[in-house]
């Protein structure tokens, strides 16, 4: 555990921000970008292991554990997401022949 402390002391907290905020960037504009479901997805994980990362230097920052114990409840809740996400990506398929987003307004009353 120590090695692990000292190797993340050794990098400046300010570039794990900077890395983190650069992957959540990526994840909001994939979200808000591309149509495909699968995509919007994967962006939608980029976004919570940005989170992760931050969470866990922080955590590391403050010699304090709680921070990396969340990051375990958050990746239970994105396999969570990636279950329920993936049924409906498939009903959508099964019903539209595409995962595009934009296709979803036939499946309306």
């Known amino acids: 555990m120590e090695n692990v402390t000292q190797a993340l002391q050794g ?3 300010n570039h794990y921000i900077l890395l983190s905020a650069i ?3 990526i994840g909001v504009i994939g979200v808000l970008i ?3 479901a699968i995509v919007i997805f994967m962006s939608i994980e980029l976004m919570l292991n940005a ?3 931050l969470l ?3 955590s590391v920052h403050h010699n304090d554990a709680s921070g990396q114990i969340f990051v375990f ?3 239970a809740l994105a396999a969570a997401e990636v279950a329920v996400g993936l ?3 498939v009903m959508i398929f099964r019903n539209t022949n595409s995962t595009d987003v934009n296709i979803l307004n036939k499946l309306k009353w």
């Open 51 to 53: 989170v992760n990362l």
């Open 11 to 13: 990098v400046p907290l």
């Open 34 to 36: 591309r149509r495909n």
């Open 73 to 75: 409840f958050i990746m």
């Open 56 to 58: 866990t230097a922080f």
């Open 23 to 25: 992957i959540f960037a």
């Open 87 to 89: 049924a409906i990506i």
